[in-house]
């Protein structure tokens, strides 16, 4: 149940267009999904991330769309361009709403999309 | 500033090394995280550290061990590693529960 399930494996997208990876989840209590970008050799950079509390949010090219009835997230980049060539990692955790547990904010992520943007 | 810093970026080892990582951040941030990733596989978490004290310990064998010295400070001590240790070893951070900042990471190879 702790499982976050993440597809495409592998997506290769046009200069220009759009990109869209998709993320499914089993455990109903994580309330945290965010997105991080991995370049070869570095470490995970935090992209955007959402509260299950909207259906969608968008900063700049990127945007999440949330469904909480299907327990899925997906995030779409639009405009590709080469440099956003990289792994995307979809995550969730259970972070509550106020309270600290004490246990951090606890990542499970996704298997990884390696995204390549062709000109 | 959401800057993670880890040291040294590549680490090359012995199986009979003694060695080790070290993470700091000067966010004010009260959780570090130690993980591992293999390649083209995901971060997998390995301890948590909240308050500087020792929170979750995800099974990790005892030749790792992690040492939170203080708020803004964390090393991973390692010992008589083997072969199917090596990987990229990530620290991150995080204010309590809200978004956790990632380092570079280490490139360990145990040779």
């Known amino acids: 149940q702790q499982q976050v399930k993440q597809s495409p494996q592998s997506l290769i997208v046009q200069k220009g267009g759009i990109s869209i990876i998709n993320c499914a989840y089993e455990?109903?209590?994580?309330?945290?999904f965010p997105w991080y970008q991995q370049f070869p050799g570095k470490g995970p950079a935090l992209l955007i991330a959402?509260?299950?509390?909207?259906s969608e949010k968008k900063e700049g090219r990127f945007t999440i769309s949330f469904n909480k009835s299907a327990k899925q997230f997906s995030l779409h980049i639009m405009d590709s361009q080469p440099g956003d060539s990289a792994t995307y990692f979809c995550?969730?955790?259970?972070?509550?709403?106020?309270?600290?547990?004490?246990?951090?904010?606890?990542?499970?992520f996704g298997t990884g999309t390696q995204l390549k943007v062709e000109l | 500033d959401t800057e993670v810093t880890q040291t040294p970026k590549h680490l090359v080892m012995g199986m009979t090394n003694k060695k080790s990582l070290k993470c700091e951040q000067h966010?004010?941030?009260?959780?570090m995280y130690w993980y591992k990733q293999k390649a083209k596989k995901p971060p997998e978490l390995m301890f948590v550290y909240s308050y500087e004290k020792l929170s979750i310990n995800e099974s990790v064998p005892s030749r790792f061990s992690p040492e939170c010295p203080n708020s803004s400070l964390l090393n991973l001590h390692l010992h008589a590693l083997q072969p199917e240790d090596s990987a990229l070893y990530l620290c991150?951070?995080?204010?309590?529960?809200?978004?956790?900042?990632f380092g570079q990471g280490t490139r360990l190879t145990v040779v």
């Open positions: 995550a969730a955790s259970h972070l509550g709403p106020y309270t600290y547990t004490g246990g951090g904010n606890k990542l499970t």
């Open positions: 991150a951070s995080s204010q309590e529960n809200t978004e956790a900042f």
């Open positions: 455990n109903t209590a994580f309330d945290y």
């Open positions: 966010m004010g941030h009260r959780a």
């Open positions: 959402i509260r299950p509390d909207v």
